[in-house]
């Protein structure tokens, strides 16, 4: 086995506690971490190569799934189940369903009327259907208003998720019961 003999043994331990650390005392060397504090080039583009992440990640993203999303959906399940309510309240007084929109927004409108603690007329629609599906309406169509109907709305989250209500089965008209007083 040889052994190699180191002439300047300080010398050698210095350079390489110098390069561990960084330091610059005894080798006159620049060492890595100072190129770095510079402030040169390869900062400037690690900064910028960050924050442009950040904006691409932010700025792709629309709060899809959110609670907000979620509460936008709810609300405009809750106005379909309402108007649900309302159509069958509807069928009962007049005996079919309206036939158009136009019948539909008129004659459905005063069942969203509410009454306050002070019985004043709150008028619901509004805060119902206007603010709560995209384009602030209901679409409605019935091609036999003697039996169905079909309503739907987009909700206003950010896929403006489709809600609708139709009644649970077709009314036979031939059933009706008549009653005279």
Not at 96 to 109: A, M, N, V
Request: hydrophobic content about 35%; aromatic content about 12%; proline content about 3%.
């Amino acid at each position: 086995m040889k052994r190699y003999k180191i002439k300047d043994y300080d010398g050698a331990i210095a350079q390489l506690g110098a390069r561990l650390t960084g330091s610059q005392k005894v080798t006159g060397s620049t060492p890595v971490s100072s190129i770095l504090k510079t402030g040169g080039f390869m900062k400037k583009f690690a900064i910028a190569l960050m924050l442009i992440s950040v904006l691409f990640t932010f700025s792709c993203t629309k709060n899809k799934g959110t609670s907000m999303d979620f509460a936008a959906i709810k609300d405009a399940q809750r106005t379909m189940t309402k108007l649900g309510n309302l159509m069958e309240q509807y069928y009962v007084e007049n005996e079919s369903y309206p036939l158009t929109q136009e019948q539909f927004e008129k004659d459905i409108r005063p069942y969203f009327i509410t009454y306050n603690t002070e019985n004043q007329e709150v008028d619901k629609w509004n805060e119902m259907v206007e603010n709560v599906f995209s384009g602030g309406k209901i679409i409605y169509t019935s091609n036999d208003p003697k039996k169905t109907y079909f309503a739907y709305g987009k909700a206003k989250d950010s896929n403006e998720t489709v809600v609708f209500c139709r009644p649970a089965m077709q009314h036979d008209s031939t059933n009706m019961i008549a009653t005279e007083e």
